[in-house]
């Protein structure tokens, strides 16, 4: 890491008077086995690396990126971001991060034991994976996937406005999708565990919730078009918070694209509703010390008892609305400038089991899984309509499986028709925590 | 890109541990891109990315590793690692004798990208800018961006393949928030091809920007969308993307091989209704999925997969295709050298039929006309798919009436394409970005003004 962030400075010494440069270099390790029917399908190994350049001169800002350390292509990297940096619109507003003097929360994101995980035992932890998934249930009938992936990344970011950080994190996952039905029927389901090394994994876990997700849509039928009441699967009310997100990312709000835009202090969602974006919380798959810009990661409480409290601001978006940024910068590694949005998004969770949540409602519909997020949720009409499957509640327990249908609301008609919010919490792969979550009046589409 | 010689050396090594098939990928990408928002040109970014991925084949096992080091050094130590991915114990040394082969264009490229003034690609944003905020007071907001890219690949292999491509793609994306009583809209429009700057002798960027401000203007006025089971008529280039989702995907031989299509085992049978005739074409001159040759060295076909409702064949990589005795319709793509080739679309057709398209929408008693989709998912083992509409109408008494809010439209694969009742005798294609096992590599898909006699919409409206 001290490499990266030597490198990073080298860079920075290259500067010219005037000039504000923020270097970030990026590089990872990835391994990823994929078996099918028994056999390794594919075993791949590799280590990419690169770095990013962003210039504000004279007001204006330009960005470019490589896929490569070497001293020529870094070199040519900071000239082209300088060049670009001229034809950008001058605006008083840009400018870098500065240290703002919270200390970092120590978070242990690293294992390096990864590092020294035999590739064999990966290979052997797929193909188990499989063959588990495959034996438990008779109903199965074939694996579609099985695959097991992990990365350690580090990172450095360094300044002319004084920034030094470096940042790094081991992750691996196992996933399986599983096929259930026979003749003309299919169904399927898919399973998968997150940790930061592989003996953390929990297989078992994912091959009885692949088993089980694909095995209980057997038999599915398309419903009939009602108003009801929805109970949102852990992950799909993590998907939903993610929408959530991009309308309180403060860039967002002032470019006029949020749903949230001029409503801080202003009721928003059910009194019993808080959310807060917290990567400091180890356990959130998005946790990290510092932010995109450099800064110590905070806690943020975005909507505190249904009332709007506040957004998530870089320190571009902070300077602009007159207030400090909270670490909220994000970006996509070193090919992208940074944004703002959110990282390890939780509601504050209830008390109720899932089975507690099915019996209060009695009648519904449990949301197993959604698709079209990207094409049916809009995050700034707020306008909600995606594919669902699952199974329909009644007398307070499932009942038969359900598909081929959607459930559609609006954003702002969901945060308002919230029965309740489940004690279930799961931190989840991506950028927020899952939970089961109680909606009422919900259109659902079918026949 | 790489000295042949050297190439030789690395397949030979990657040999080594008893492969019986190695692959050189290599890949010197450069991009530019300019973004403007909120009225101001925020950043231009320029972008490189080099390097190689090596694969190695034995039997059914694929190892593959990849490298930004483009030395000798660094592409046998990629090999090296492919190669003990896919060890067999056997081995030895197998010489392998490289062949150039060359391969058409399947257009012109006039004016490289990498030629034009930065300062041109700004102006087109704020010439975007200007052109969408007159079209109406109600337009709030305007986001513009622009990115071309020019991709020289090389592709090497054990078969003595020798063979590289230049691709060069152009791409301006414009998107409008209007707001009003009924709270915030967005219309968006984003032309690209597989072209330089010409694109924009073609593609005005005042004109595309008008058409996103238009479409956001229009969505003020949507109602909720309707709730439940309706004829659709779907504009021409619009609907594409159902095809690309309703049987694209499940005709890739990758997922059919793994059971996980139900276009398994139904090549010679009727799977559509006899309207449809559906190909799959990489040499369409300067659209957005098109290429001289595949990831692998293939050269893009025209593969005819669905003829008179009847499936003809599915997609095939080189893999796929090798194991079915068979060979590559070159469909193999990947998104960089990062990446292991998959069986991909490239440019997913419905051919144009007879009728008048405005005789469609006159024989449509109550629907919806769809003008714009915004992309789609699909399940290609259950056949259940989605795609929302961006810009949508109800359709009463054989005419089109007020705009509809997006929402989803859900549909079976293998029902849809027989419940197609009526095809236009007009064309058009549209451009988007096709993601499968997490890359993305650039399509299009077309398709003449056509109607699905039944679908479920999810509105909100009962």
Known sequence: MTELLELAERVLDRARPGEQVEVFVGRSHHTEVKVFDGDIESLSSADTQGVGVRVIAGGRQGFAYAASLDDDIVTETLAEARDNATFGTIDEFLGLASPDGVEPVDLDLYREELLSFPTDRKVEMTLELERAVRAADPRIRGVESAEYADSVSESAIASTAGIRTTNRRSGCSIVASALAGEGTETQTGSGYSVARTPEDLDLAKAVKDAAEKSTRLLGARKPSSRRLTVVLDPPVAASFLGLLASGLSASSVIKGRSLFGGREGEAVAVPFLTLVDDPTEPQAWGAGRYDAEGLASRRNVLIEDGVLRGFLHNSYTGRRCGVASNASAVRGGYRSTPGCGSRALTLTPGTASQEQLLADIGDGLLVQSVTGLHSGANPISGDFSVGAEGLMVRGGTTAEPIREATIASTLQRMLLDLVAIGGDQEWLPGGACGMSVVIGEVQLSGS | ?462
Not at chain 2, 315 to 323: G, I, N, P, S, T
Not at chain 2, 349 to 367: F, K, N, S
């Open chain 2, 1 to 462: 890109m790489i000295d042949e010689a050297v190439v030789q050396r690395v397949l030979t090594a990657a040999l080594r541990t008893g492969g019986d098939f190695a692959e050189v990928f290599a890949e010197d990408r450069r991009s530019s891109s300019a973004r403007l928002d909120d009225g101001k040109i925020e950043e231009l970014t320029s972008g490189r990315d080099r390097g190689a991925g090596i694969r190695v084949v034995r039997g059914d096992t694929t190892g593959f590793a990849h490298t930004s080091d483009m030395s000798e050094e660094g592409l046998r130590a990629a090999a090296d690692a492919a190669g003990a991915a896919a060890r067999g114990g056997g081995g030895g040394v197998r010489e392998v004798a490289l062949t150039r082969r060359e391969h058409d264009q399947p257009h012109e490229v006039r004016v490289m990208p990498e030629d034009v003034a930065k300062s041109r690609k700004a102006e087109l944003l704020l010439k975007a800018d200007d052109a969408a905020r007159a079209a109406g007071g109600a337009i709030r907001q305007v986001g513009a961006s622009y990115a071309d890219s020019r991709r020289r690949i090389l592709v090497a292999n054990s078969d003595g393949l020798l063979t590289s491509d230049d691709q060069v793609r152009t791409r301006l994306m414009v998107s409008c928030v209007a707001s009003g009583d009924t709270g915030m809209q967005t219309g968006y429009e984003a032309p690209g091809r597989t072209v330089g700057f010409e694109l924009f002798d073609d593609f005005d960027p005042a004109d595309t920007a008008r058409e996103a401000a238009r479409r956001a203007l229009e969505m003020l006025k949507a109602r909720p969308a309707p709730s439940g089971t309706l004829p659709v008529v779907l504009k021409r280039g619009a609907g594409g993307v159902l095809f690309h989702e309703a049987c694209g995907h499940g005709l890739e031989a990758d997922l059919v091989g793994r059971d996980a299509s139900v276009f398994r085992d139904k090549v010679g049978t009727q799977v559509a209704s006899p309207l449809v005739n559906l190909v799959d074409d990489g040499t369409y001159a300067r659209e957005w999925g098109t290429y001289a040759i595949d990831d692998e060295g293939h050269p893009a076909q025209r593969n005819t997969l669905v003829e008179n409702g009847e499936l003809t064949d599915y997609m095939w990589d080189h893999l796929r295709a090798r194991k079915a005795g068979r060979s590559s319709s070159g469909n193999g793509r990947r998104q960089s050298y990062h990446h292991l080739p998959m069986v991909r679309m490239t440019n997913t057709y419905v051919l144009a039929g007879e009728e008048d398209p405005e005789e469609i929408i006159r024989q449509t008693p109550h629907g919806i006309y769809c003008v714009q989709l915004g992309g789609g998912q699909v399940n290609t083992a259950t056949g259940d798919f989605v795609f929302g509409i961006t810009e949508a109408y109800m359709i009463e008494n054989g005419e089109i009436t007020h705009p509809i809010r997006a929402a989803n439209l859900i549909g079976n694969g293998p029902e849809v394409l027989r419940a197609i009742d009526a095809v236009g005798n007009d064309f058009d294609t549209w451009t988007g970005t096709c993601g499968k096992d997490g890359q993305g590599v650039p399509v299009s898909s077309g398709q003449p003004t056509l109607r699905v006699a039944a679908m479920t919409v999810g509105g909100t409206a009962a």
